[in-house]
């Protein structure tokens, strides 16, 4: 048995310095089976939880597997990009896009595990996420419009503006451009639109994470610059505590005007 004679805290040590994604799973069922012969239930406990961890990232590798294989089943040699949105709803700040081109062909331990809908993630996961994409894509983009330009043009031609400029702004121009939820208008590009695309692509799951981390680190910046609205929390959407702020001392200059008319 690889354990035989260390204590318990020991044996915990060495599997708690584990990284299951560098390590072969044939060496890590090795381990949990020595784990699993020990005579100290304690040590099985370990076995047990470490098998349950294999399985859970068995379980991801075949689900981002999946939105790899979405992207590339556009065609081998296509160059893909996703774009995705954040902010369309919030009474105050930018609305945000992001564009970014992956390495789809690449080996299973290459993949970027975790890439999903940016609204399921905790922060902490979106942050690590975030610097993962953008130092592995072949190119990404962000683009905003801000409060005035929504109040002047409307959000649906600020989202659709924001999704042009992202794609536009990538150093690579891709052969296809995944949108999510519908087709971007005006567009010179060849487009698809994937309902729930942050759930089904792996170009438009990374594209929402960029965008989201981006849009939510400045609205913190704005929560020093207007501290009565809680915007370091609410990121802009009509939370109570923003909607008592904008009742008792009014509008601040990245409050949506053209979104405030029940409000005020």
Request: aromatic residues 6%; hydrophobic residues 35%; contains cysteine.
């Amino acid at each position: 048995m690889l354990y035989k004679g260390l204590k318990y805290k020991e044996v915990k040590e060495e599997i708690d310095k584990l990284d299951l994604n560098n390590e072969t799973e044939e060496k890590i069922l090795l381990i949990i089976a020595s784990l699993n012969e020990d005579k100290r239930k304690n040590i099985n406990a370990l076995g047990q939880r470490l098998q349950k961890n294999l399985d859970a990232l068995n379980k991801e590798r075949i689900r981002v597997k999946g939105l790899y294989d979405n992207d590339k089943s556009y065609g081998e040699e296509i160059m893909v990009a996703g774009v995705d949105e954040v902010g369309r709803g919030p009474l105050a700040g930018p609305i945000v896009a992001a564009s970014v081109i992956l390495k789809l062909n690449v080996d299973e331990a290459e993949m970027i595990l975790g890439v999903n809908d940016s609204k399921v993630l905790t922060e902490e996961k979106r942050e690590k996420l975030s610097e993962i994409i953008k130092n592995k894509a072949i190119s990404y983009s962000i683009a905003q419009c801000e409060s005035e330009e929504i109040d002047e043009k409307g959000i649906a031609y600020c989202n659709n503006k924001v999704f042009k400029d992202a794609v536009h702004g990538l150093s690579v121009k891709p052969d296809l451009v995944l949108s999510d939820g519908y087709l971007i208008k005006d567009f010179d590009m060849p487009n698809k639109a994937i309902i729930k695309g942050d759930r089904h692509s792996a170009c438009i799951a990374a594209a929402s994470i960029i965008a989201k981390v981006y849009r939510d680190n400045l609205m913190k910046d704005y929560n020093e610059i207007y501290p009565n609205y809680d915007f370091g929390h609410n990121a802009g959407y009509g939370t109570k505590k923003h909607i008592e702020g904008i009742k008792k001392y009014g509008m601040c200059k990245i409050h949506r005007r053209s979104f405030l008319n029940n409000i005020l």
